[in-house]
C-alpha cells in the first residue's frame, strides 16, 4: 500500500494540476513498482510561500524580489 506525499507551494496550483499529478504518480508506481492503483494514497500539501524556505529566505520573499525585477 504505497502513501506518496507531495508538497507544492500554493501558487496556482489547479484542481485539474492535482489530478493529473494524483494519476500519473499512481500510474509510475503500478509501471515501476507493480502496485496496483486502487491501492496507492496520493496526497497533495499545498504550503504557503512565507511557510516554505530555500536559501535561508521565504520562497515569498524571493518571489518578492523577482517580480521587482
Known sequence: M???NI???DEGV???HKRMLIEAVSELLE???NKPRHTTFVVID????D???VGGE?????RG???QR
Do not use: I, N, Q
Open 2 to 4: 504505497p502513501y506518496v
Open 7 to 9: 508538497k507544492v507551494t
Open 14 to 16: 489547479s484542481a485539474e
Open 31 to 33: 509501471r515501476v513498482l
Open 46 to 49: 499545498e504550503v504557503a510561500t
Open 51 to 53: 511557510s516554505w524556505g
Open 58 to 62: 521565504t520562497v515569498a520573499d524571493l
Open 65 to 67: 524580489r523577482e517580480r
